[in-house]
């Protein structure tokens, strides 16, 4: 490779220094230049963040990639080359095992064999990150200059650099760790807020704002859609998150008790109370009080709750001694509270003073293809758990997981793959090294919008035959007729087509070949 297409691909990438541009456009353009150079199928950009390596650009991997979080310990490839300053070219029969094996894009393809080359990107004489490079050959990267790739990963580092510097010029300090912390769990579980789509954008963006001031919030939204991260990441937001988050279940409690959970108690204050005891509020003090399922507290107790949120005072049970506190609180609920306060079972006064700031989390059917990144955070969890080299969707089952309507929201998905990976495993009278999830295995049951009238219950469920392909060939089938139906819209345009589609374009072009459309 000669300097001059090096410094040709580089140089726009210098000349986006000066442009406002998100950090997502400027990895990938990183990613695209770095392709356009150096012969592979796959690209990846992970950022280290403590222990974890975190994918922050893909360009050919699969987009359940994006929201995996891969354990530097586990990954003895990425030990090495995080361990080495220079570019590491591993032997295409290397016994280590690949964390991309089965994530590389590609139809009728042996995942498990291929390339693979990094190098570590450092920032201020420090590790930053990684840059991979995969290829399905054999061989492939055996003629690659390594200069090249580090003369390249130089000036990606460098690229790097000055927009982390730019970045830091454009925050103050205490907003870049808003930032981070928003993405983190504040209770130390291995949790996090996932998602690229509008609508988890804008959720990202009202707690960023909202999270900075000591209003009241009401967090609503359906059941297993994440209240409980919202809260955290509220928390973590605030000038509070040195101080303790304290939570509470209201709906695990029988009413006799909620409120010595709240307030505390005093010795004697009922049988059973043989010394005092802090209530929530009190362990909260400084900090944040967190009540899940809020609409499940009894009358009596929200009248009381509402003169501690007004005076900041209470009485523990039991006690006529006044304690002051300082609790920021945010609520949650699955119900309408509204519709509760107009049916006399929710307080009006304390309905108003819960939702000074309502904030809505919305479901997982409105987030389109987060549903693939969070799928493929959950992979890479049981991955872990069960010892496994690589844990994978298929097509078909990334495709079975964007049309299903998710009722049970993240939650769902979160029991799904545990539930499907074990089974998957359980077919297998040998380990494999790689464990894809097929649409099957997901035991998902999609049911087709209809225009015209719903038939009767008591009608058998008619279902197409299969052709004699069976499974695949039907699936085959259905990619042809949205790959030619796609087409059709951009006039034949590929590039538009593949992003439409969410594929990589060399790979929808390896796809319509399959197919026979090419």
Not at 35 to 56: H, N
Not at 113 to 130: A, N, T
Not at 424 to 433: F, I, N
Not at 483 to 506: K, P, S, T, V, Y
Request: glycine fraction near 6%; include cysteine.
């Amino acid at each position: 490779m000669t300097t001059k297409p090096l410094l040709t691909a580089l140089l726009p990438l210098v000349s986006d220094l000066s442009r406002d541009l998100p950090d997502q456009e400027r990895y990938r353009r990183l990613l695209q230049a770095m392709r356009s150079l150096l012969p592979c199928d796959a690209a990846a950009l992970l950022r280290l963040d403590g222990e974890w390596l975190v994918p922050l650009a893909v360009d050919g991997l699969s987009p359940d990639t994006l929201g995996r979080r891969f354990r530097v310990s586990e990954h003895p490839r990425f030990q090495i080359l995080l361990s080495r300053p220079e570019p590491t070219r591993f032997a295409s029969d290397s016994e280590l095992p690949d964390p991309y094996d089965g994530l590389v894009n590609a139809a009728d393809a042996d995942l498990e064999v291929h390339d693979c080359m990094g190098c570590p990107l450092m920032v201020d004489e420090r590790p930053w990150g990684l840059v991979t490079l995969d290829a399905l050959t054999p061989g492939q990267f055996q003629s690659l200059e390594l200069d090249a790739l580090q003369a390249f990963a130089s000036l990606a580092a460098a690229t790097v650099t000055v927009a982390e510097r730019i970045e830091h010029l454009a925050l103050r300090a205490e907003d870049e760790h808003l930032r981070a912390e928003i993405y983190r769990q504040a209770s130390g579980q291995d949790k996090e807020l996932i998602g690229q789509s509008a609508a988890h954008k804008r959720l990202v963006e009202e707690i960023r704002l909202v999270g900075g001031s000591d209003l009241t919030v009401l967090i609503t939204g359906e059941t297993g859609v994440g209240k409980e991260l919202v809260a955290q990441a509220l928390h973590q937001a605030s000038s509070r998150a040195d101080k303790p988050l304290v939570s509470l279940n209201c709906a695990a409690l029988p009413d006799t008790l909620v409120e010595s959970e709240l307030f505390g108690h005093v010795r004697g204050a009922f049988t059973g109370a043989h010394g005092e005891r802090r209530g929530k509020f009190e362990l909260a003090n400084g900090g944040t009080l967190f009540l899940d399922e809020v609409g499940e507290l009894p009358l009596t107790v929200q009248a009381k709750l509402l003169r501690v949120l007004q005076s900041g005072q209470l009485q523990r049970l039991g006690s006529d001694r006044e304690h002051r506190v300082d609790v920021r609180l945010i609520a949650a609920t699955n119900r309408d509270l509204a519709a509760e306060v107009r049916n006399g079972n929710f307080r009006a006064d304390f309905y108003h003073r819960l939702s000074v700031y309502p904030l809505h989390v919305p479901p997982l059917r409105e987030r389109g293809r987060d549903v693939l990144l969070l799928a493929g955070y959950f992979l890479e969890q049981n991955r872990s758990r069960l010892g496994l080299n690589s844990l994978r969707l298929s097509h078909d089952a990334q495709t079975a997981l964007v049309a299903y309507d998710w009722p049970g929201n993240v939650r769902e998905l979160e029991h799904l793959i545990g539930r499907s990976a074990l089974k998957a495993l359980g077919q297998h009278p040998d380990r494999p090294r790689i464990l894809t999830l097929e649409a099957i295995d997901l035991d998902l049951r999609v049911t087709p919008p209809t225009t015209g009238p719903q038939p009767s219950s008591a009608a058998p469920l008619q279902v197409a035959a299969l052709p004699e392909g069976g499974l695949r060939e039907a699936v085959d089938i259905y990619q042809r007729q949205a790959i030619e139906a796609c087409l059709q819209r951009h006039h034949d345009n590929w590039a538009a087509a593949a992003r439409e589609l969410g594929l990589d374009r060399a790979n929808l072009s390896r796809l319509a070949r399959r197919l026979g459309l090419r």
